[in-house]
């Protein structure tokens, strides 16, 4: 099967964020995001389509295997605590 990869980056004031999506499957495969441009730093996540897992990574510390409803669970409390702060 044929596929279309497109890679893009984002820079602004705040984030630099490079993402790659595959027009195979629909979904984009991996982000990654600089939150600051003088740190090393980052935080970013990748999606697995063949088991639906995610493996996120906020500085050194890197969880691998979470399933879809455990990664939309964490972004969704992520977002809440972002609205109230």
């Given amino acids: 099967m044929k596929q279309i990869k497109v890679n893009t980056t984002v820079e602004n004031d705040a984030c630099k964020e490079d993402r790659a999506f595959t027009f195979k499957t629909g979904r984009p495969l991996s982000a990654t995001i600089y ?3 003088d740190k ?4 970013w ?3 697995y389509a063949t ?3 995610w ?10 295997d979470i ?3 455990d990664m939309l669970n964490l972004i969704k ?7 109230v702060g």
């Fill in 40 to 43: 090393i730093s980052s935080v």
């Fill in 67 to 69: 399933g879809q409803k």
């Fill in 45 to 47: 996540a990748s999606h």
């Fill in 55 to 64: 493996t996120i990574s906020i500085g050194n510390v890197t969880v691998h």
């Fill in 35 to 37: 939150l600051h441009p």
């Fill in 77 to 83: 409390v992520i977002q809440e605590e972002i609205e």
């Fill in 51 to 53: 088991d639906d897992t």
